[in-house]
């Protein structure tokens, strides 16, 4: 069975500093791996994707994350924090084979200090 | 493109009461999730349709809960009868075929049961 763990469900960073959001899979076999953020109210929205091909993949507002199998690890980060990068970030995986389900890890809520 | 509605935003009941949440998804999309986040579980997978047809529900938590998608365009989640325990976001998200896609989700039913 798949699973997500996000490492911290609390982040707190400076203005301007690095962004480092921790994301752990398991798995049988590699599987799609996905960043949403939240805003309050709101749904979820994709930040990036990695499902085959190039490992380092680049989404919106700056943040990046790499895919690294030896690690099964998908990390985000940002060089440089902005204020409203305050969210709620969720680290997610889909099967490249069977169901459909998209599993959800807990979540980070990245907090953006003046 | 609208994006997922979903209705109503907010919904207050008392207890014993049949709620029922509705959904549109994006036209096109062939797969469409039911999710309900709270503090306590985060994100859980209820159920999701494929072509209107109703794949995998073993996310539902009770009997109380039922979901149809009588057509491509609308889908609905029914609570009958609804428990305090049941106050959670619900959201609707839907994607086209293929499980590269990532999902496109609205902006949730905020349900309060008392």
């Known amino acids: 069975a798949q699973s997500v763990t996000q490492l911290g469900s609390h982040v707190s960073v400076s203005e301007g500093a690095l962004v480092l959001l921790r994301c752990n899979y398991s798995?049988?076999?590699?599987?799609?791996l996905f960043w949403y953020v939240q805003y309050p109210n709101q749904g979820l929205q994709l930040l990036l994707k990695?499902?085959?091909?190039?490992?380092l993949v680049k989404g919106i507002n700056g943040f990046e994350a790499e895919f690294k199998k030896s690690e099964t690890s998908f990390h985000l980060t940002k060089p440089s924090a902005h204020m409203s990068d305050a969210a709620e970030y969720f680290c997610?995986?889909?099967?490249?084979?069977?169901?459909?389900?998209?599993?959800f890890g807990a979540g980070t809520r990245l907090f953006v200090k003046a | 493109d609208a994006g997922v509605i979903q209705s109503p935003r907010h919904e207050v009941t008392e207890m014993g009461q049949e709620v029922t949440l509705r959904c549109k998804p994006i036209?096109?999309?062939?797969?469409l999730f039911w999710y309900r986040q709270t503090m306590m579980r985060g994100l859980e997978l209820l159920i999701y349709?494929?072509?209107?047809?109703?794949?995998?529900d073993s996310g539902m938590p009770e009997d109380r809960f039922s979901a149809k998608m009588p057509n491509a365009s609308f889908s609905t989640l029914k609570i009958q009868p609804s428990e305090p325990r049941d106050s959670a976001v619900y959201f609707c998200?839907?994607?086209?075929?293929?499980?590269?896609?990532?999902?496109?989700f609205g902006n949730g039913t905020r349900l309060t049961v008392t």
């Open positions: 997610a995986v889909s099967p490249n084979t069977g169901g459909f389900k998209t599993i």
């Open positions: 990695y499902t085959t091909g190039a490992t």
């Open positions: 998200a839907s994607t086209p075929t293929g499980r590269k896609a990532p999902l496109h």
């Open positions: 036209s096109g999309h062939d797969y």
């Open positions: 798995s049988s076999v590699p599987p799609y």
């Open positions: 349709f494929n072509n209107n047809v109703p794949i995998d």
